[in-house]
């Protein structure tokens, strides 16, 4: 099946590239000053959290090279993402740097971290439930039940699978009766 | 500059980033390595024909935002467009690095008959069940193309194809949420899905036709070969219309588009498509914000 090679090359992904902190001091420094840098759509995540920081570079003549990846194809944050950490590492004195996007190996929610999950949830926004790999195949589907992040319930209902971003589904909790955002698998 | 001369709120914030940002490669051209990858011309043109299918397809969504039948449904259709955009902007881009031309320069001063999208994703939005009908098409014919583009020989078309197929899934799955609804409910919502389905299906055939091109690219492990797609299309197309209890039009009995969108020959509906996306930067060219 071929859905189940792509499940397959998720989790073989995920596990290979999951947390590239460098192991040099220096490069340890360079991608501390780039872990700063927050998503500008949900403040509370860094792009460490986000799993968009991929790896960060010293070469010998002093020049930095970071490289991000986008969360979504079209995701608007990405360009502002890439500013600030040019932004953050030229305040931070580094004045030779560079900013590389990469698509492979293809982001997956797999990365987030733990921290961020919660940073998400007490923010307000639920986070993916569940892993990418283990997402359910074929075209109709049952979706698995998404929690409040305020009160917990599982008595909740998709309002829209697209939210205020392609990242996002819009919920609503039938028993606090609030709207919220989900962060969707991908 | 020092540190001590930016100023996060001032005006600075701008300067430094566009000056550097000029050195940085574009999205799609870094390959994992950093390297940049340069098309092959075979490679490049079938870059082409993927990137005009979600450009095109893009625009067309654009234009229910604020004209959706809900908000929900304003963001959600302008979300996906904004997926396919990205995909279209890595696959323009590739495609330009074969003549050195940019992802812009592609979408915006090619005319007519230099585009290569199938005559489906022009085809208008009608209403909303027509739009609808249109994005199960397409749906499903990308996420089946893309699960097996991503054991190309190629490593961009790969990471392209890894990035775009499971942001396809989704709209493969907002797309099969909407026909469930219509067909399930109300007679109107029911008339107009069958409808629609009628009207749509005969832009189907041309996405599997194959050409010596593809047929070259394919024997290289690089493209997929469209007729191979079929089988597995339709299994899935089978799957939504049973459970809505719709069913596929009858092959042959129904009228087929000729098609020709791959080699520049396109429906009426393309160069209006094409004069309002692309007035802006041929009236103020390399106009930016």
């Known amino acids: 099946m071929v859905t189940a090679a792509v499940a397959q090359r998720a989790e073989a992904s995920a596990a290979s590239v999951a947390r590239p902190v460098p192991s040099d001091p220096a490069s340890a420094r360079v991608w501390e000053v780039a872990a700063t840098v927050t998503d500008p759509e949900i403040p509370v995540l860094t792009i460490e959290d986000l ?121 609503e909790c039938r028993d606090c009766l609030e709207p919220f955002d989900y962060f969707k698998v991908l | 500059m020092s540190g001590a001369d930016l100023d996060p709120h001032g005006d600075v914030h701008g300067d430094v980033s566009v000056d550097r940002l000029a050195l940085a490669d574009e999205l799609a051209g870094t390959a994992a390595d950093g390297s ?42 302008g979300n996906i467009a904004l997926d396919l955009i990205g995909h279209a902007r890595s696959l323009l881009h590739y495609a330009g690095t074969a003549s050195g031309r940019s992802e812009d320069d592609l979408a915006y001063w090619r005319d007519e008959p230099e585009w290569r999208n199938a005559w489906l994703f022009e085809q208008p939005n009608g209403d909303f069940a027509h739009t609808i009908a249109r994005q199960l098409a397409a749906s499903v014919y990308l996420f089946e193309l893309y699960a097996r583009l991503v054991d190309s020989a190629d490593p961009t078309l790969a990471a392209i194809a890894a990035k775009s197929v499971k942001e396809v899934d989704y709209h493969r799955d907002h797309a099969t949420q909407w026909v469930l609804r219509l067909a399930g409910g109300t007679e109107e919502s029911r008339r107009r899905m069958l409808l629609a389905i009628i009207d749509v299906w005969p832009y189907v055939d041309e996405l599997f036709d194959d050409d010596e091109l593809v047929e070259r690219l394919a024997a290289a492990g690089i493209a997929v070969l469209p007729s191979t797609l079929r089988p597995a299309f339709d299994a899935v197309i089978d799957e939504v219309f049973a459970e809505a209890a719709l069913e596929r039009p009858a092959g042959r009995t129904a009228f087929i588009a000729s098609g020709g969108g791959r080699r520049g020959s396109h429906t009426e509906h393309l160069g209006p498509l094409l004069a309002e996306m692309q007035v802006l930067a041929r009236a103020h060219p390399g106009a930016s914000w």
Not at chain 1, 90 to 98: E, L, M, P, Q
Not at chain 1, 155 to 163: I, K, M, P, V
Request: charged share 25%; with cysteine; aromatic share 6%.
């Open chain 1, 51 to 171: 799993g968009v920081l991929r790896s960060v570079e010293i070469g010998d003549d002093g020049a930095v090279r970071v490289q991000l990846t986008p969360t979504y194809s079209g995701c608007p944050a990405l360009d502002a993402m890439r500013d600030d950490v040019l932004l953050a590492l030229t305040h931070a004195g580094y004045d030779d740097v560079r900013v590389d996007l990469v698509l492979a190996p293809a982001w997956t929610t797999d990365w987030m971290s733990e921290a961020g999950k919660e940073k998400l949830r007490t923010y307000g926004i639920q986070a993916p439930t569940g892993s990418a790999a283990a997402r359910p195949a074929g075209p109709v589907r049952v979706q698995l039940a998404v929690k409040c992040p305020r009160c917990d319930s599982l008595n909740t209902r998709e309002l829209a699978r697209f939210g205020s971003t392609s990242c996002k589904a819009l919920y």
């Open chain 2, 36 to 77: 940049t990858a340069v098309a092959s011309e075979d490679a490049a043109e079938y870059a082409l024909r993927l990137g005009d299918d979600a450009l095109v397809l893009a625009q067309q969504l654009g234009m229910w935002i604020a004209r959706a039948p809900e908000l929900e449904e304003d963001v959600a259709l």
